[in-house]
């Protein structure tokens, strides 16, 4: 079994910041691609940032310059800094990973979601 366990969602004022973290933990030999999702009330979700094992990150255009995703190999953990948050950034933001499994297999996890709120 593996797990995702995200942390760091709260209520924050427009122009503020928030850090999420989302750490794995389970049986697994590696953690390769992890993702930042948001998903707001009545929309689909969406990609916000992933990040490569190595480094390599991809932004979806909104988050532009605002948002940061980093990950620390070592502890199999992935963040998401988020600044100058805005009212059409609240969402339920999720973490996603692909975990190679000691068999071999590919899997892709998903966290349980956090709670982001940006209201005045």
């Known amino acids: 079994q593996v797990q995702l366990v995200e942390s760091g969602g709260g209520l924050v004022q427009p122009g503020g910041s928030l850090r999420l973290s989302c750490a794995a933990s389970?049986?697994?030999?590696?953690?390769?691609?992890m993702g930042w999702y948001r998903q707001a009330p009545d929309q689909m979700r969406e990609l916000v940032a992933e990040i490569t094992r190595g480094g390599a990150r991809k932004y979806t255009e909104s988050v532009e310059g605002r948002f940061t995703i980093s990950r620390d190999n070592a502890k199999n953990t992935a963040y998401l800094q988020m600044s100058n948050l805005r009212a059409d950034d609240t969402a339920v933001y999720y973490c996603?990973?692909?975990?190679?499994?000691?068999?071999?297999?590919?899997?892709?996890?998903w966290g349980q979601g956090t709670q982001v709120t940006v209201s005045s």
């Open positions: 996603k990973a692909e975990v190679q499994r000691p068999w071999g297999a590919l899997d892709d996890i």
């Open positions: 389970g049986i697994f030999v590696s953690v390769n691609q």
